[in-house]
């Protein structure tokens, strides 16, 4: 099938291109990178704990094909437990992995916003935000957290590569493949169904509907091994619905502008406001957009509403407050910045139309931009960094009475049982 793209670059321009994109990407390991200390002081902590003791007594490959949680991800932790196994227990490396992913997904997300015709200005905005933002701070300071990252990997490809070409066998891999590494990847299959759908206008429209189906049968497959293996909220939502409905509202709306712009207030006022003004941005770009660029917005939206959804079933129960967490700022970056930076890349043409002397000005705002979410950091770091790295270690090697304060992040785990695993495996 003919490309989907607007336009098909010389190989020349293609080569430059996927430079440049490989260069936006290795850019945004500078946090990483300038405040490496820091990321060098944590430490296991919580679920990794929990992890590493059910490998321990039920063996990797038995453990591989087990539930964690409310997830069935036989294939983030076949890597997970792997790079355990092989780094020799170094929680330095299990960083260094999930950082490379994360500067991997910067350089899709711009392919991907490039393959769809939209032009510099828009994905180096939002590669720069994406890439940079300490709102990523514990997705990419907790090893745990690589599962939410590869899931996006596996749909960044998937698009990618539907967009590229409208086709379904590459494509499916990258279904499953998202499935397996992440509960809530199990909505890549819908998204690239979606995708598949708008795209292949060149078909009829009944066996536009059967292909497009066809990525929901990872998906559906994947959604019933969680339900039917995994504990968590899925099975328990009785009298819950409207708790889980308004959670997902609130991390809709507030996300990722609440924490990206700094607000402090809190409450259904500035969830409103927020969420206005949230919405306003999606339906100006779906709006504004054409071909390619508009679909791939439109799979975006539905990408944040279906992970809000599922995020209200989920953790409902933590309270609203932790609707702005870190953790899940991820997924919602990816989700809104390609349409912020279109929003932002079309003032901007208006402004150069009038004032052309002004075009250079927008490398050195992206320039200042980028010092300046860099500099936010160590606010944050320093803190998480004592928290994960510091008094961790100070409870598990220094004090005297393993009883006398609980595993960080996993109280029921007795210190005696971490401390065990932690000179077996020599975690470190």
Not at 81 to 88: A, I, M
Request: hydrophobic share 50%; with cysteine; aromatic share 12%.
């Amino acid at each position: 099938m003919s490309n989907a793209g607007s336009s098909t670059p010389s190989v020349s321009e293609g080569r430059r291109e996927s430079w440049i994109l490989v260069a936006t990407g290795a850019a945004a390991l500078a946090p990483y990178l300038i405040y490496h200390r820091l990321f060098l002081q944590l430490f296991w902590f919580g679920d990794e704990f929990d992890l590493i003791d059910q490998i321990d007594r039920l063996g990797l490959w038995k453990w591989v094909w087990m539930a964690f949680a409310e997830n069935f991800v036989p294939l983030f932790k076949s890597l997970w437990g792997g790079s355990v196994l092989l780094s020799g227990g170094s929680y330095a490396f299990m960083i260094a992995i999930v950082w490379v992913t994360h500067a991997a997904n910067v350089a899709l997300l711009g392919r991907l916003m490039r393959t769809c015709g939209l032009s510099w200005c828009a994905v180096l905005f939002a590669q720069v935000v994406f890439g940079l933002s300490v709102e990523n701070l514990e997705t990419l300071a907790w090893s745990v957290q690589w599962s939410a990252m590869l899931s996006v990997t596996f749909m960044l490809l998937g698009l990618d590569r539907i967009f590229r070409s409208v086709t379904l066998r590459p494509p499916l891999v990258y279904t499953v493949a998202s499935g397996l590494s992440f509960s809530r990847g199990a909505l890549t299959g819908p998204i690239l169904g979606c995708a598949y759908f708008l795209l292949d206008t060149g078909s009829p429209f009944v066996r536009r509907c059967l292909r497009a189906s066809v990525f929901l049968l990872p998906a559906v497959a994947v959604a019933g091994l969680i339900f039917a293996l995994a504990n968590g909220n899925q099975h328990a939502m009785g009298g819950h619905m409207v708790q889980a409905a308004v959670f997902g509202l609130w991390y809709f709306c507030l996300n990722p502008i609440h924490q990206l712009l700094l607000v402090e207030s809190w409450g259904w006022r500035t969830t409103i406001i927020i969420g206005a003004l949230k919405v306003g941005l999606l339906a100006w770009s779906v709006a504004r957009s054409k071909g390619p660029a508009r679909v791939l917005f439109m799979v975006l939206v539905l990408f944040d509403l279906a992970n809000a959804a599922l995020l209200g079933i989920g953790r409902y129960h933590t309270g609203l407050p932790s609707t702005v967490s870190s953790r899940y700022q991820y997924a919602s970056m990816i989700a809104v910045l390609p349409m912020a930076g279109f929003w932002l890349s079309h003032q901007w043409r208006r402004v150069t139309d009038s004032w052309s002397f002004l075009s250079p000005a927008y490398g050195i705002a992206l320039a200042v931009l980028a010092v300046v979410l860099c500099r936010q950091w160590p606010d944050d770091l320093v803190p998480f960094a004592q928290w994960r790295g510091a008094d961790s270690r100070q409870v598990l090697f220094i004090d005297s009475n393993p009883d006398s304060r609980a595993v960080p992040g996993i109280p029921g785990l007795p210190m005696d049982r971490a401390k065990e695993l932690i000179a077996r495996y020599h975690l470190h």
